[in-house]
């Protein structure tokens, strides 16, 4: 396992649904392979902790997703913080985003 390979401490891996967690918070939420963001943001939003992040792993065809998302960021009190690509050549090269999301400074519920 990773996270004991690492050495990371205070690390705990869920692999679950969102709608089946209940009374818990996370620091880091990774999503990968659920559709649109919109789709997800208001189920997870309720398990990010304070200083928590969302990172979507998505395509490269994710700014018309992101333009879309903004309405919804804003009334859950979250906003874009980064969008990074990777490049990766094995079987074959092709591009993937990352999209990372957060709370807004002081707009924590």
């Known amino acids: 396992m990773a996270v004991r390979s690492l050495g990371l401490e205070s690390v705990r ?3 679950a649904r969102a ?3 209940k009374d818990i918070r996370f620091d880091v939420i990774l999503i990968r392979l659920v559709g ?3 789709n997800t943001l ?3 939003e309720p398990l990010l902790s304070t200083a928590g992040r969302i990172i979507y792993y998505k395509s490269v ?3 018309q997703e992101i333009a ?3 309405p919804l960021l804003k009334r859950l009190h979250l906003e874009i913080q980064q969008v990074r690509d990777f490049q990766f050549s094995r079987p074959e090269s092709f591009t993937r985003r990352l999209v ?4 807004v400074p002081g707009g924590y519920s």
């Open 68 to 70: 879309q998302v903004q």
């Open 19 to 21: 709608e089946s967690l």
């Open 36 to 38: 649109p963001i919109r």
């Open 13 to 15: 891996i869920v692999c």
């Open 61 to 63: 065809t994710v700014p």
């Open 100 to 103: 990372v999301v957060g709370r």
């Open 42 to 44: 208001r189920l997870v």
